[in-house]
């Protein structure tokens, strides 16, 4: 694995939409988690402004493949000057491995610009809703970052429940144990254990949540972890659009994703889509679309300024709604089945197979 293969200036955006950030710190949480912080030139400030809960893409060479690999910002964008990243070593994890063990101080890796919708909504900063917090494992990082920022925007209680295998492997223990220290009639804090408590059940979350009912959850971290979570929640009565989920997966090796993506595009050749319309930022916009061609790539090719990340179908950057018309998705490791039945799908890995499409990238 090298550092970098680009030789772009770091300000310049390659032809795959990604810079170039070097990193200015390095930090070693746990005996298997380390946080790089990044530099952002004042020419990129704007590009690389992110908010709590968002994702930075990173392309990484490995044995002659470009891998690309998402991590979530631990840093706040209202508390912290640099953002900063937090990676946990996966058993044969290549990205993982090599971020904690080869990164150093000085280092220039390959980045594209923050993304995603794990965020909280901006719009409704000034509401009073508690604020419950589900942390599993390396699934802390998006969530202490909501954490953080909240504490400082807004007047709301939180709790944090935070699952780990064991002490030695919680992240950011002293920082959190400052915080509730320093907020104690806002913040509180549950270690769950699993070398003490085992691993969470769902008697165990609805007593966590217990005084904390129609509030707004962020769960992240191992699948069983967030499914107990999710369903406990929604059994309760907790509405699906209070309920966020992020799922920390790493996608196919560029290879299989160009057969996968050839086979798709075959598929779709033959479809005549005459209009593409795409509704973004309050604006309605008719493009082009040519067969076989994604949603995604169609948005581009008309100049439309829409959000992706990975293109590959597992960072859920890119989720817009159907409105109107058919498509057909290719790969998804984002959306859940629900999500598809409300009409969700992934633009980078989505084609019109009918005449006429419309969609919608939320506000
Ligand atoms: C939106 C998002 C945010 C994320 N945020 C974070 C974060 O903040 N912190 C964090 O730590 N992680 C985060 N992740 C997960 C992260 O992106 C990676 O998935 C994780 O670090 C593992 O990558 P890796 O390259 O080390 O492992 P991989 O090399 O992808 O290996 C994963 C598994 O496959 C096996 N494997 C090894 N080689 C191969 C091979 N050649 N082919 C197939 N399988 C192989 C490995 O043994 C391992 O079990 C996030 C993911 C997403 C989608
Ligand atoms: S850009 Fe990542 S899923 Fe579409």
């Known amino acids: ?14 032809a795959s939409g990604s810079y170039r950030l070097q990193v200015c710190a390095v930090i070693d949480e746990t005996a298997d988690a380390r946080s790089l912080v990044f530099d952002v030139p004042e020419s990129l400030r704007e590009r690389f402004r992110y908010k709590p809960g968002q994702f930075l893409s990173f392309r990484v060479p490995c044995a002659g493949k470009l891998l690309t690999r998402c991590y979530s910002m631990a840093s706040s964008p209202v508390c912290d000057a640099r953002p900063k990243v937090t990676i946990k070593r996966v058993d044969g994890g290549r990205v993982s491995n090599w971020m904690n063990q080869q990164v150093q101080v000085g280092d220039w890796l390959e980045v594209l610009p923050p993304a995603g919708h794990f965020h909280l909504d901006e719009r409704q900063a000034d509401n009073e809703r508690p604020l419950v917090l589900f942390g599993g494992g390396s699934g802390i990082t998006p969530v202490f970052s909501i954490l953080k920022s909240s504490l400082q925007t807004s007047a709301r209680p939180i709790k944090l429940i935070y699952a780990n295998r064991d002490e030695a492997s919680v992240i950011f223990r002293d920082e959190l144990r400052q915080l509730a220290k320093a907020n104690p009639e806002r913040l509180e804090v549950v270690h769950i254990l699993d070398s003490v408590q085992g691993f969470l059940t769902d008697a165990q979350v609805r007593q966590l949540v217990r005084g904390h009912s129609a509030g707004d959850y962020f769960i992240c971290g191992p699948g069983p972890f967030m499914d107990t979570v999710e369903s406990t929640l929604l059994a309760l009565g907790e509405a699906a659009v209070r309920i ?16 996968q993506e050839a086979l798709a595009r075959a598929a779709a050749a033959d479809s005549a889509c005459e209009a593409l319309i795409v509704e973004l930022d309050g604006q309605r916009h008719e493009i082009a679309c040519r067969p076989g061609d994604t949603l995604l790539q169609s948005c ?25 018309g058919e498509t057909q998705l290719a790969r998804n490791d984002v959306l859940s089945a629900k999500e598809l039945a409300e009409g969700w799908t992934l633009a980078c890995q989505s084609r019109p197979t009918g005449a006429r499409v419309r969609l919608k990238f939320p506000d």
Do not use: W, Y
């Not at 694995?1 to 390659?14: A, D, I, R, V």
């Not at 992020?246 to 057969?259: C, M, Q």
């Open 1 to 14: 694995m090298g550092t970098q293969q680009l030789n772009l200036n770091p300000t310049e955006q390659s």
């Open 244 to 259: 966020h989920v992020e799922r920390f997966v790493s996608p196919p090796d560029p290879d299989e994703v160009l057969a």
């Open 300 to 324: 581009k090719a008309a100049g439309l300024e829409v959000p992706f990340s990975c293109e590959e179908g597992f960072c859920g950057a890119c989720m817009c709604t159907i409105q109107e």
